[in-house]
């Protein structure tokens, strides 16, 4: 059996492509010597990183070094500049799931400038040289993708806990890289954990875009070393990320919530509440 978290083969590294336009060379040193100033300051920082104001600065000091700009906007007013929030006000109190296709490590860089919120990472990420440092004191939560089935219960139980106790939870459920949002499947065990928290889902969508057309300069994919991608996204004139926020579902059906919010986030019509796609139909959609 293979375990519920296992990744998906996503997209050869081919997809990526070469920015359209690069900065000179003067330019991408300074970007380099402003992203080292800035992670040697993070890590700096110690466990103050997970302070939700410190680490929104520090992402938005990465975008800034390597010259990414940031847009948010969506169906629900969100607030001005990156002053919006993912995260939905809830009675209960319970924190928020925040489901993002996955394209890019740059994709979390940019989700934590506009709201900082606990990540759910594979544990690999926490053994990346200085990467690893980061996200640890940054509060990141890991689970081993290659784990038996047996630890599921477990590792929904404490993803649900975490969100009952008020914390919102970024997840990127299609497991691994695309260079598209409409790519890959959804996985259900986050949705799980939302549903026994009785926590809301907030479907985000990322998207990247240089000299106003659609880019995967950004694209992290396949066996790609990260430096390549490194180098990509530093050297790229006028690369922008999108974060396009949807309307919140709730629902206690994992099939149901996994569903809209893959409809919600390749773009598709989201149904109304009630209105949910059935089991049936989902399961033509979303296969875990």
Wanted: with cysteine; charged share 20%.
């Amino acid at each position: 059996m293979t375990s519920p978290w296992a990744l998906d083969r996503g997209c050869p590294a081919s997809c990526a492509a070469a920015p359209d336009a690069r900065v000179p060379v003067a330019e991408l040193a300074r970007r380099y010597a402003a992203l080292a100033y800035v992670l040697t300051r993070a890590a700096a920082r110690g466990d103050r990183l997970a302070e939700p104001r410190v680490l929104r600065g520090e992402a938005r000091a990465v975008l800034s070094a390597l010259g990414v700009r940031v847009a948010v906007g969506g169906s629900e007013r969100l607030g001005a500049g990156l002053a919006g929030r993912l995260s939905v006000p809830d009675r209960s109190g319970a924190g928020t799931l925040v489901v993002a296709n996955h394209i890019s490590w740059l994709d979390v860089v940019a989700l934590l400038a506009v709201e900082p919120v606990r990540v759910l990472a594979k544990r690999e990420v926490s053994r990346w040289p200085l990467i690893g440092t980061l996200a640890r004191r940054a509060g990141t939560l890991f689970i081993d993708r290659d784990g038996s089935p047996r630890q599921l219960p477990c590792d929904v139980g404490a993803l649900s806990a975490c969100m009952r106790g008020g914390t919102s939870v970024l997840v990127f459920p299609q497991a691994t890289t695309w260079c598209s949002a409409a790519g890959g499947r959804f996985r259900r065990a986050a949705f799980q954990a939302a549903a026994d928290a009785g926590a809301p889902v907030r479907p985000v969508t990322v998207t990247y875009r240089q000299g106003g057309a659609p880019s995967t300069a950004a694209a992290f994919l396949g066996d790609e070393d990260f430096t390549a991608s490194l180098r990509r996204v530093a050297a790229a004139r006028g690369l922008s990320a999108r974060i396009t926020a949807h309307t919140p579902l709730r629902s206690t059906d994992r099939r149901e919530l996994a569903a809209a919010a893959q409809l919600a986030v390749s773009g598709g019509a989201v149904p109304s509440p009630g209105t949910l796609p059935s089991p049936a139909r989902e399961q033509r959609m979303v296969d875990q």
